[in-house]
């Protein structure tokens, strides 16, 4: 019965979702958060389908950089929230640090950290027992969910409010990661909540259409079952945008005892190509990368020997 129900809900929610980014712009609420600009959705729109309110006490930042979503009663009706940006997302690694027990959500509250440009076109990190209170609470996607090897769930057991929550979307993979705290990376296995490597069939090429989202909202509509109202804080959003070209892919060979030449296959569409240097070995992701140059060009000659530096490659394509 589960499975029913969150399919039915779930056609609903991608059904409407869309209905929203139609509005008048003119007439949208627009914020700055993570030096990005975003609109805000106000209307009776999917997902749910809910009211959506685009009220300085329904989304805002705080002085500290803080985004605040929040669940309210206003008329006695709820509302919920979600903005999205103006500028579209490309491939590349997105992370957010939340500061809520999202955990401890009524069951029929959502919580959404996505990128959405249709229907069968979205890559979701959702937080929800979806009207159960039994139903594991975490759980990566890409759409459509229903196709066999697109949804993994997980449950969580925060031991506070500070955790971490990031895909890195490249052309031939989505690396979903969940953490306890605020990291880039985890300091050891015991920080991860849970990681998901998909390289199934439905992951979606760039568009411009692609947008990110982030949104707090009720189940099918349904009032929280312990009538209170819900916030999700996003203390920061990390985005490092381009397509990674990391060894076997980067090639790196010894010209001569002081020097090394890189070399790496074109990036269609892409301007430029920004070259990391590390001492040590590093996921792309992790800080600590020094950024050498940028060149249009697909090699590089750099000092260095190989096995004492490390490198890798971003393809940015603006």
Same mark, same amino acid.
């Given at each position: 019965?589960?499975?029913?129900?969150?399919?039915?809900?779930?056609?609903?929610?991608?059904?409407?979702?869309?209905?929203?980014?139609?509005? /008048?712009?003119? !007439?949208?609420?627009?914020?700055? &958060?993570?030096?990005?600009?975003?609109?805000? %959705?106000?209307?009776?729109?999917?997902?749910?389908?809910?009211?959506?309110?685009?009220?300085?006490?329904?989304?805002?930042?705080?002085?500290?950089?803080?985004?605040?979503? %929040?669940?309210? %009663?206003?008329?006695?009706?709820?509302?919920?929230?979600?903005?999205?940006?103006?500028?579209?997302?490309?491939?590349?690694?997105?992370?957010?640090?939340?500061?809520?027990?999202?955990?401890?959500? =009524?069951?029929?509250?959502?919580?959404?950290?996505?990128?959405?440009?249709?229907?069968?076109?979205?890559?979701?990190?959702?937080?929800?027992?979806?009207?159960?209170?039994?139903?594991?609470?975490?759980?990566?996607?890409?759409?459509?969910?229903?196709?066999?090897?697109?949804?993994?769930?997980?449950?969580? *057991?925060?031991?506070?409010?500070?955790?971490?929550?990031?895909?890195?979307?490249?052309?031939?993979?989505?690396?979903?990661?969940? #953490?306890?705290?605020?990291?880039?990376?985890?300091? /050891?296995?015991?920080?991860?909540?849970?990681?998901?490597?998909?390289?199934?069939?439905?992951?979606?090429?760039?568009?411009?259409?692609?947008?990110?989202?982030? /949104?707090?909202?009720?189940?099918?509509?349904?009032?929280?079952?312990?009538?209170?109202? *819900?916030?999700?804080?996003?203390?920061?959003?990390?985005?490092?945008?381009?397509?990674?070209?990391?060894?076997? @892919?980067?090639?790196? /060979? +010894?010209?001569?005892? @002081?020097?090394?030449?890189?070399?790496?296959?074109?990036?269609? !569409?892409?301007?430029?190509?920004?070259?990391? +240097?590390?001492?040590?070995?590093? =996921?792309?992701?992790?800080?600590?990368?020094?950024?050498?140059?940028?060149?249009? #060009?697909?090699?590089?000659?750099?000092?260095?020997?190989?096995? %004492?530096?490390? &490198?890798?490659?971003?393809?940015?394509?603006?």
């Amino acid at each position: 019965m589960r499975v029913f129900q969150k399919q039915t809900w779930l056609v609903w929610a991608l059904l409407l979702l869309g209905a929203g980014l139609f509005a /008048n712009p003119a !007439n949208r609420r627009v914020i700055s &958060f993570a030096g990005m600009d975003w609109w805000v %959705k106000s209307g009776y729109y999917g997902p749910g389908p809910n009211h959506f309110s685009d009220s300085a006490e329904s989304v805002w930042v705080d002085d500290t950089g803080r985004l605040h979503l %929040k669940i309210r %009663k206003i008329n006695n009706v709820w509302h919920c929230a979600e903005l999205w940006t103006l500028a579209p997302a490309g491939w590349g690694s997105y992370l957010f640090w939340l500061e809520s027990r999202v955990d401890l959500y =009524d069951p029929n509250v959502v919580a959404g950290l996505f990128l959405y440009q249709d229907d069968d076109r979205e890559i979701d990190i959702e937080f929800s027992r979806w009207g159960d209170p039994d139903y594991p609470c975490g759980s990566y996607s890409v759409q459509p969910y229903y196709h066999q090897g697109n949804n993994r769930t997980f449950e969580m *057991a925060l031991e506070g409010s500070w955790t971490s929550h990031s895909f890195d979307w490249q052309p031939d993979y989505i690396d979903f990661q969940s #953490l306890h705290g605020h990291y880039h990376e985890p300091p /050891n296995p015991g920080f991860i909540i849970d990681q998901w490597h998909y390289t199934g069939m439905d992951n979606p090429a760039e568009s411009e259409d692609m947008l990110l989202h982030i /949104n707090l909202w009720l189940m099918s509509g349904l009032a929280p079952s312990n009538a209170s109202e *819900a916030e999700l804080i996003v203390s920061h959003l990390f985005v490092n945008p381009g397509v990674v070209i990391a060894p076997p @892919q980067l090639r790196i /060979n +010894q010209l001569n005892p @002081q020097s090394l030449l890189l070399g790496w296959d074109p990036v269609p !569409n892409a301007l430029t190509y920004k070259v990391f +240097q590390s001492d040590i070995p590093l =996921d792309p992701s992790e800080p600590g990368w020094i950024e050498l140059t940028s060149t249009s #060009l697909t090699s590089l000659e750099v000092s260095g020997q190989a096995g %004492k530096k490390f &490198f890798y490659v971003r393809a940015i394509r603006e």
